[in-house]
């Protein structure tokens, strides 16, 4: 049900605005509510990722989408076994990408760019984002899964 309202209110933004003047980065935060439950909300909340990311000079909304979309594509370059041992090891990587399913579902299969673009971000953010979700792995994860991911971030 909560995935309808997600899909009914991302449609009527689209549909009251124009594409030029879209800013993800204010529907995510908008939908944020609907897309999580209230214990989805208070891990992410409370990520040290997030902050960190938000530290960057984004906004959460932004750290969240921003974090999903590389999280994302790491886990469709890793292994399954890679990616769920490295959300098992840690997890708040696993809950950004559970808190944040629009920032990469919506934008389909445009590049990374224009997906950072897309939630209001340049894409010289790319580089600090996987530097940032790399040495907060690092905390938590084994060497191999670290490599692993280092290999699907492509860094």
Do not use: C, R, W
Request: charged residues 20%.
């Amino acid at each position: 049900m909560k995935k309808v309202k997600v899909i009914a209110l991302l449609s009527a933004v689209l549909l009251s605005t124009h594409l030029s003047a879209f800013d993800m980065g204010s529907m995510m935060k908008a939908a944020t509510p609907l897309m999580s439950d209230s214990k989805t909300e208070t891990k992410t909340e409370d990520n040290v990722l997030l902050s960190s990311l938000s530290a960057l000079g984004v906004t959460k909304a932004q750290a969240a989408g921003g974090a999903a979309i590389l999280l994302g594509d790491a886990k469709d370059k890793m292994a399954p076994s890679e990616f769920s041992e490295l959300t098992k090891q840690a997890p708040a990587l696993g809950s950004v990408l559970t808190s944040a399913p629009a920032a990469s579902s919506l934008l389909g299969t445009s590049s990374t760019e224009s997906k950072f673009k897309l939630l209001g971000m340049d894409a010289s953010m790319i580089a600090p984002f996987k530097d940032t979700i790399v040495e907060y792995a690092k905390e938590y994860a084994s060497p191999e899964i670290i490599t692993a991911l280092v290999g699907a971030l492509e860094l």
